[in-house]
Nanobody, 127 residues
C-alpha cells in the first residue's frame, strides 16, 4: 500500500506562489507515476499535472501550463507542484495521486489510471 499526504496549501493573493508537496510512505516511489488533480468548489475533480517515474516526462493541463511545474525527489519519496502567477480560478482542493507498473515515460491524465490518492490540501487564491 502507498499512503500519500499533501501539504503546502494555504491562502495567497493573486499573482503569488505556493509549493505543494506530496509525501509518500509504504512504498518507495521511484517506479510510480505521479500526478496532481484539483477540485474547485461546485466542480468535478480535474487533471492538473503528471510526472513520469523516470522524471523524464511531464504533462500539464492547458490552464496551468507555463505557470505550474511538477517535480519529484525520489530519494525523499516526495513530489512537488510549484505554482506561480496564481489566479483566483486556481482555488481548489489539490490532490496527489500515484500509480505503479507504468512505463517509464508514460504520463496518464485520467483519474481512473491512478490507484493511490491523498486526502487533499486547500489552495485559496484571493483577488
Amino acid at each position: 500500500q502507498v499512503q500519500l499526504v499533501e501539504s503546502g496549501g494555504g491562502l495567497v493573493q493573486a499573482g503569488g506562489s505556493l509549493r505543494l508537496s506530496c509525501a509518500a510512505s509504504g512504498r518507495t516511489l521511484n517506479r510510480y507515476t505521479m500526478a496532481w488533480f484539483r477540485r474547485a468548489p461546485g466542480k468535478e475533480r480535474e487533471f492538473v499535472a503528471t510526472i513520469s517515474w523516470s522524471a523524464g516526462n511531464t504533462y500539464y493541463a492547458d490552464s496551468v501550463k507555463g505557470r505550474f511545474t511538477a517535480s519529484r525527489d525520489n530519494a525523499k519519496n516526495t513530489m512537488y507542484l510549484q505554482m506561480n502567477s496564481l489566479k483566483p480560478e486556481d482555488t481548489a482542493v489539490y490532490y496527489c495521486a500515484a500509480e505503479g507498473g507504468l512505463s517509464s515515460d508514460y504520463v496518464p491524465r485520467y483519474e481512473y489510471e491512478y490507484h493511490y490518492w491523498g486526502q487533499g490540501t486547500q489552495v485559496t487564491v484571493s483577488s
